[in-house]
């Protein structure tokens, strides 16, 4: 068994391969390393620009409110597979909020609850809603950002919830 480390939120998996997306944050194959290898952003303190700062901070108050969505949505699902889909969001979209609190080094806010549908195909579209402007704002932050830790954040995240919508358009 060996131990691979995600370089974006800087959690360990265990196994014998690298596994293809990090199973806390979401983050592509290229973004973990062998133990050894290993230099998650989150542990490099960095002074953070006004325009980064202001970014991280749009996306914390977003990944929590995305994590409170989709326990809700998890909450009513018609089935096991979707609730656990949307429970398994939930906890990614949590993990992006600690990992951009590990970033701005402050701790995690209480979490709100937020209001869904009874209904899965309006849950799902408001999932592609919601993710599909993240993977658009996210983009545009990589962009702004100056610092690299931070650019390779939002380039991680950018992807991964471009991956969510795929996954979601899957059920619609």
Same mark, same amino acid.
């Given at each position: 068994?060996?131990?691979?480390?995600?370089?974006?939120?800087?959690?360990?998996?265990?196994?014998?391969?690298?596994?293809?997306?990090?199973?806390?944050?979401?983050?592509?194959?290229?973004?973990?390393?062998?133990?050894?290898?290993?230099?998650?952003?989150?542990?490099?303190?960095?002074?953070?620009?006004?325009?980064?700062?202001? #970014?991280?901070?749009? =996306?914390?108050? &977003? *990944?929590?409110? %995305?994590?409170?969505? +989709?326990?809700?949505? !998890?909450?009513? $699902?018609?089935?096991?597979?979707?609730?656990?889909?949307?429970?398994?969001?939930?906890?990614?979209?949590?993990?992006?909020?600690?990992?951009?609190?590990?970033?701005?080094?402050?701790?995690?806010?209480?979490?709100?609850?937020?209001?869904?549908?009874?209904?899965?195909?309006? #849950?799902?579209?408001? =999932?592609?809603? &919601? *993710?599909?402007? %993240?993977?658009?704002? +996210?983009?545009?932050? !990589?962009?702004? $950002?100056?610092?690299?830790?931070?650019?390779?954040?939002?380039?991680?995240?950018?992807?991964?919830?471009?991956?969510?919508?795929?996954?979601?358009?899957?059920?619609?």
């Amino acid at each position: 068994m060996k131990t691979y480390i995600c370089q974006i939120c800087g959690d360990a998996y265990l196994g014998e391969d690298r596994p293809s997306e990090c199973p806390f944050c979401g983050a592509q194959s290229h973004f973990i390393k062998g133990g050894a290898e290993a230099r998650p952003i989150v542990n490099d303190k960095i002074e953070l620009s006004e325009i980064s700062q202001k #970014n991280l901070e749009e =996306t914390l108050y &977003l *990944e929590m409110k %995305a994590n409170a969505i +989709y326990l809700c949505m !998890a909450g009513k $699902a018609d089935n096991y597979e979707r609730k656990a889909m949307y429970k398994r969001l939930a906890k990614v979209e949590l993990e992006h909020a600690n990992v951009v609190c590990k970033l701005m080094g402050i701790s995690l806010p209480p979490a709100d609850t937020e209001l869904c549908s009874d209904d899965d195909i309006e #849950n799902f579209q408001k =999932t592609i809603e &919601l *993710e599909e402007h %993240a993977t658009n704002l +996210y983009a545009q932050f !990589a962009k702004d $950002a100056t610092e690299q830790n931070i650019k390779i954040f939002f380039t991680a995240l950018t992807r991964v919830e471009g991956d969510h919508t795929k996954l979601i358009k899957n059920y619609l």
